[in-house]
């Protein structure tokens, strides 16, 4: 069994900074990609950034890229995904997920988070 939990989401201001973690528990996190999405209200879940199992290479979504990063520590079996320059249009809930595929696929990844909100205010 893989387990999944988020954490850090929050109220913030345009312009301010979040950092989410993601903390898996299970042998296999070191050989799974991790993933984070996102969804608001009224809209899909939608990729926002990836990262392979050694954290080698990365992906983002076009609408974070130069200001969202990605990264993951497998010694600590967590993953952070570090929000600048947040504008409201980030608002949304955010996911954490893990599996054996890199993917920015939702449907690729066999374990999921509860989620974590984060707010973003003009």
């Known amino acids: 069994q893989v387990q999944v939990a988020e954490s850090g989401g929050g109220l913030v201001q345009a312009g301010g900074s979040l950092r989410l973690s993601c903390a898996a528990s299970g042998r296999a996190f070191s050989s799974y990609a991790m993933t984070w999405f996102r969804q608001a209200p009224g809209k899909e879940r939608e990729f926002v950034a990836l990262i392979s199992k050694t954290g080698g290479s990365t992906a983002y979504s076009d609408s974070v890229k130069g200001r969202f990063i990605i990264s993951r520590d497998n010694a600590k079996y967590r993953g952070y995904l570090q929000m600048n320059s947040l504008e409201p249009e980030d608002t949304a809930v955010y996911y954490c997920?893990?599996?054996?595929?890199?993917?920015?696929?939702?449907?690729?990844?066999?374990?999921w988070g509860q989620g974590t909100q984060v707010t973003v205010s003009s």
């Open positions: 997920a893990t599996g054996p595929s890199y993917s920015s696929k939702a449907m690729s990844y066999d374990y």
